[in-house]
């Protein structure tokens, strides 16, 4: 079978860095944090203080005021996001094209936030009170309806759900559907919208979450006195297209993108399988999917949570999958800026690795400041770097024992 070549032509992201991919992407290399103090549930009720919350989102820059009533805070992240990276890559949706253009974008949670508002009004004031877009505000599947809806896009349109590798694994679950042949171009990532209370509450319960009160330093992968992690929102979406269809209209490509990696765990609900067996193999998959060796990667986005068994056993599997050449490798985690995304984190730190290879330049790992003898790889520690990237990697792992693995190339024609 022919495998079509498959490019990123487009980006778009809303995030507490920035309500666009350049705000995103100059923040990252700046070093800065986009966590403070958490404002939109009662910081008083829970043991965690801080959040990467978006300040300055406004859906109707995007989304007609009507609809934006219809969608919950996740499919609105993700219209924007989409029609922010369809813009970017000069894409137009036509009677001619449409049904060659998909949509394959997920959410981890999604409509958490609807879901409590209209139980308060159940419990509060009986059924009749609870909206008839309840249902459809809520389901994952509705960030992808709603930009196919908004986009007129008619090709294949599906959510994939995959908890903390939902964004990473719908990327590389479209890079497949162009390869092979069912689609010209897609749209695609992750979106979501968890910072309410009873995701606060869940996972403080769960002693996921950084407990530490200072915005400043509260998420610092690979650091020794990392205690958990820092829940965030927004959305990351690319277009990608065939090599063909980008050519034949003179577009801009950002990178190509060459291999996928998915495996599971089949281990444990929230804990990696041992020695992290399973993102191994992801990771080992996708290098041979891009018809690479190891060395060869210049750049890893780790999924990088810091929390203390994450940075662990991702050190470890890097350590396992690229043996020697894991000390020549830059690593940086995205999230210690962003906080973690959960389902839109793949979207997001996707972006940010195509980005390094477009520029040149590797986002830091900011709040690095203890050495953990168990993570003694180079983490880019609190400045960016300028370094040449041919081959970027990016990691997604997700609580179900989901592993999730993409590689971008620098396009060479």
């Known amino acids: 079978m022919v495998r079509n070549r498959v490019v990123v032509t487009g980006m778009g992201a809303v995030t507490p860095l920035g309500a666009t991919k350049d705000q995103l992407w100059e923040n990252l290399i700046a070093g800065k944090s986009g966590i403070d103090f958490i404002t939109k549930v009662n910081r008083d009720d829970f043991p965690v203080k801080v959040a990467g919350e978006i300040k300055d989102w406004d859906p109707q820059l995007y989304i007609d005021k009507k609809e934006t009533k219809r969608m919950d805070l996740f499919t609105q992240y993700a219209v924007g996001a989409a029609k922010m990276a369809v813009e970017d890559a000069g894409l137009n949706i036509d009677d001619q094209n449409a049904d060659k253009v998909g949509v394959w974008v997920g959410s981890g949670i999604g409509g958490l936030e609807t879901y409590e508002e209209q139980f308060r009004k159940f419990l509060a004031k009986g059924y009749r009170r609870v909206s008839p877009f309840f249902v459809p505000m809520l389901i994952p599947d509705m960030a992808a309806g709603q930009i196919s809806i908004q986009l007129g896009a008619k090709g294949i349109n599906s959510c ?104 599971g765990d089949a281990y444990h609900i929230t804990a990696p399988a041992p020695e992290g067996e399973g993102a191994q193999r992801a990771m080992k998959q996708a290098i041979e999917d891009a018809d690479l060796k190891p060395d060869q990667i210049d750049y890893i986005n780790a999924h990088g949570t810091s929390t203390p068994f994450n940075d662990k056993f991702e050190t470890t599997v890097i350590k396992a999958v690229f043996q020697a050449h894991a000390n020549e490798l830059l690593i940086s985690s995205t999230k210690s800026m962003t906080g973690h995304l959960l389902g839109a984190a793949g979207g997001v730190e996707a972006i940010a690795a195509i980005k390094a290879i477009e520029t040149g330049i590797v986002p830091p790992t900011i709040n690095y400041q203890t050495p953990d003898p168990e993570c003694d790889l180079d983490y880019v520690p609190n400045e960016a770097r300028r370094k040449t990237i041919d081959v970027a990697l990016s990691n997604s792992l997700g609580f179900g024992g989901h592993n999730a693995t993409l590689i971008f190339k620098k396009y060479l024609a």
């Open 160 to 263: 994939t759900v995959t908890a903390c590798a939902t964004g990473t694994n719908s990327i590389g679950d479209a890079f497949k559907v162009i390869e092979r042949g069912d689609a010209e171009a897609m749209i695609t990532g992750g979106a979501e919208a968890p910072l309410t209370n009873m995701a606060f509450a869940g996972f403080s319960t769960a002693r996921a979450l950084s407990f530490n009160e200072d915005p400043q330093t509260a998420s610092r992968p690979f650091d020794k006195d990392r205690d958990g992690f820092v829940m965030g929102e927004g959305a990351g979406i690319l277009v990608l297209e065939s090599l063909d269809s980008a050519l034949a209209r003179g577009a801009d490509i950002y990178a190509e993108i060459v291999g996928y990696g998915s495996t």
